[in-house]
């Protein structure tokens, strides 16, 4: 067995294969493919919502910076914030009153 985070795969044996052989290994073991489309749900994607946010020129700057695409990396980025955060089961949070103090 292989240690913990270990590779388990022979790579002599794969790196000896042909195409045909891979083709016939895949086509003789379904396994996982099937599996997978079995649990699969095709959804269409909700539609985004446009906002105006204030954030800071520094976070803007290396964000464009990655090229197109920065704001959809803008949501997937939260979005990942927000499912690694609990549920709140209370509702958004009020606005606060008063004075900071």
């Known amino acids: ?17 042909t195409d ?9 073991d379904p396994g996982e ?14 539609r985004k919502v446009p906002v ?4 800071d020129a520094v976070v803007v700057e290396r964000l464009r ?3 197109s695409g920065w704001q959809t990396r803008v949501n997937a980025i939260l979005r990942a914030y927000l499912d690694t955060e609990p549920r709140r089961e209370d509702g958004p ?9």
């Open 1 to 17: 067995m292989a240690a913990r985070g270990g590779s388990r795969t022979d790579l002599a044996r794969v790196r000896a294969m």
């Open 20 to 28: 045909e052989d891979v083709e016939r290994a895949v086509a003789n």
């Open 33 to 46: 493919a099937a599996a997978w489309r079995d649990r699969v749900e095709v959804v269409m994607p909700r």
């Open 52 to 55: 105006s946010i204030r954030l």
């Open 65 to 67: 910076a990655f090229g």
């Open 93 to 101: 949070r009020q606005k606060r009153t008063g004075t900071a103090g």
